[in-house]
């Protein structure tokens, strides 16, 4: 059993096209209707002449009367069906689809044949034959001209060609004479002719219309679709080129400009496959003419431009109705903004806020990094902490307290080499590491030695803080490192055991780690930890 969304969805497909078969009904309707009141002034006013000429001829014969009568009903049907053409002509298209108008037609052009099937009973005269030859051959030209220009819709034509011809046809039938019945047999296999030829430009013209129905409606599909895809390329978010298989650029829209920041004359035309042209690039747009896709993304330059953008494209194959590559597109976003929210949120994971100085994290993947390292680093790490930290900022205020750590961060940063990194890991807790070349120990020895009273020296001179000169000392512990022998936690940990001697020592120290001091502070730790108990 078929379920309900199967149900609503061919119900929604057959109601969809019967919904585009009766447009198509109706404008073909329409058109058919439009070359009938197309140019209409020409055979009616053709077949007023006729009415004029045939009148000519028969006013030897007829009543001036009946003759004066029956034409002025000539031009009186005439001129309505002119004036329902101009009214016809005046309205707008979408009003000229009705059917009314159809059958306003129809309705004249019966009237029309009705008079001139009058016609042939009032002006028959089978005693004149002169004028029988006349009104016959008059009769057989508005009904040849009639088709001609009626079969657009062929029930119209034969209502406008039986009401002359018939008329026409039974008269010579009653005469009975060998003559009139051979001009009858005649006229009946003129009236077959003429019912197979209305039917035959009635197809032709109905395969012409629908034609060109058909091929008016694709056009206006392909046009619907074209401006469809224009309005996105222009006001698309992302930026679009086309590139033919040369990899010459031939057309983008105003956001590639806008991103790349160039004239549209530096980009059409331009050969991304070029050697002067990024090789990123251009291995994208190969990649798209061989595999179909392509990719790039980085930071683009454009020859002789001053700097780069950073951006994202995708590049594909565009082929032709007949799968034959013509060339490709490709969509471009700019990472300009996403790369700098990426480097916000970056230096706000990694980074201290307040000193601008690596933080705990970031200290910590720099260490496993260089231990992960085949080259072995041979160098110093220090803890330190300020002094009266806490009375500072009781006294002048954290915001004193902050200028301080801003200052201690940048007097670091100036014994630091090319190298080496020191990073804020909470409150006045700093922590720096330098490596040193060479390989001999007490070459390494002499330069841990120095380095650390050069850092200690640039930390003891007195800070500004709060329009005072405040004298405030550092202590500090450090250790050798070899990374060769030991792994980073272990030597973070003598680092801050040293420093924690130093701090029980009093101010303004300095202690390096000895392996006595790692069971010192066990014991430490031991005695405390039990003391809790």
């Known amino acids: 059993m078929p379920n309900a969304a199967s149900i609503a969805t061919a119900s929604g497909l057959r109601s969809g096209f019967r919904r585009d078969h009766y447009v198509t009904l109706k404008r073909l309707r329409g058109e058919k209707v439009r070359l009938l009141y197309d140019k209409l002034w020409q055979p009616v006013l053709a077949s007023v002449l006729a009415a004029f000429l045939l009148v000519a001829a028969m006013w030897p014969v007829i009543s001036p009367a009946v003759l004066l009568g029956w034409l002025a009903a000539v031009v009186l049907v005439s001129s309505v069906r002119l004036g329902l053409a101009y009214r016809y002509h005046r309205l707008p298209s979408m009003q000229q689809q009705r059917y009314r108008w159809l059958r306003r037609f129809s309705l004249g052009a019966i009237a029309a044949g009705c008079v001139w099937g009058a016609g042939s009973v009032l002006l028959f005269t089978p005693e004149h034959h002169g004028q029988l030859a006349a009104l016959s051959i008059v009769m057989a030209g508005i009904t040849a001209g009639g088709v001609t220009t009626l079969s657009a819709v062929w029930w119209v034509a034969l209502g406008f060609v039986l009401p002359i011809m018939l008329p026409l046809l039974i008269q010579f039938l009653l005469l009975g004479t060998p003559l009139a019945l051979l001009i009858g047999?005649?006229?009946?296999?003129?009236?077959?002719?003429?019912?197979?030829?209305?039917?035959?430009?009635?197809?032709?013209?109905?395969?012409?219309?629908?034609?060109r129905v058909s091929m008016a409606a694709r056009e206006a599909l392909l046009l619907e679709s074209e401006n469809r895809y224009r309005s996105i390329f222009n006001h698309s978010p992302l930026g679009v080129l086309h590139f033919d298989c040369e990899g010459q650029i031939t057309d983008c829209n105003d956001k590639v400009l806008s991103i790349l920041?160039?004239?549209?004359?530096?980009?059409?035309?331009?050969?991304?496959?070029?050697?002067?042209?990024?090789?990123e690039v251009a291995q994208g747009v190969r990649d798209a003419l061989t595999r179909g896709t392509g990719y790039y993304e980085g930071t683009y330059v454009l020859p002789k431009a001053e700097q780069g953008t950073p951006l994202r494209a995708i590049f594909n194959a565009v082929h032709s109705a007949g799968n034959e590559k013509v060339g490709g597109v490709a969509i471009i976003e700019d990472f300009t903004e996403r790369k700098r929210y990426e480097a916000i949120i970056y230096r706000q994971a990694y980074y201290d806020a307040l000193t601008d100085l690596p933080n705990r994290r970031l200290f910590i993947e720099r260490l496993e990094t260089l231990w992960r390292s085949p080259m072995p680093c041979q160098g110093i790490l220090m803890f330190l902490d300020l002094d009266r930290f806490k009375l500072?900022?009781?006294?002048?205020?954290?915001?004193?307290?902050?200028?301080?750590?801003?200052?201690?961060?940048?007097?670091?940063e100036s014994c630091l080499g090319e190298e080496d990194i020191v990073a804020r890991l909470s409150g006045d807790e700093f922590v720096?590491?330098?490596?040193?070349?060479?390989?001999?120990?007490?070459?390494?020895?002499?330069?841990?030695?120095?380095?650390?009273?050069?850092?200690k020296q640039a930390l003891s001179a007195p800070y500004r803080l709060e329009s005072r000169w405040v004298d405030v000392t550092p202590s500090i512990g450090y250790t050798c490192i070899n990374s060769d022998a030991s792994d980073h936690e272990e030597a973070l940990k003598q680092a801050d055991i040293a420093m924690y001697r130093a701090k029980t020592a009093g101010r303004d120290r300095m202690c390096r780690y000895q392996a006595e001091m790692g069971d010192d502070f066990q014991r430490i730790a031991e005695r405390s930890t039990a003391a809790h108990r």
């Open 392 to 412: 500072i900022n009781d006294t002048l205020g954290h915001a004193a307290g902050d200028d301080l750590l801003v200052q201690v961060a940048r007097r670091l």
């Open 432 to 455: 720096l590491l330098a490596c040193f070349e060479g390989t001999k120990r007490r070459d390494v020895e002499v330069r841990v030695t120095a380095y650390a009273e050069r850092v």
């Open 261 to 279: 920041g160039v004239e549209r004359g530096q980009m059409i035309g331009y050969a991304m496959l070029a050697p002067s042209a990024n090789q």
């Open 185 to 211: 047999a005649v006229l009946v296999l003129f009236l077959g002719l003429i019912f197979v030829a209305s039917r035959r430009f009635s197809r032709i013209i109905h395969d012409n219309i629908a034609l």
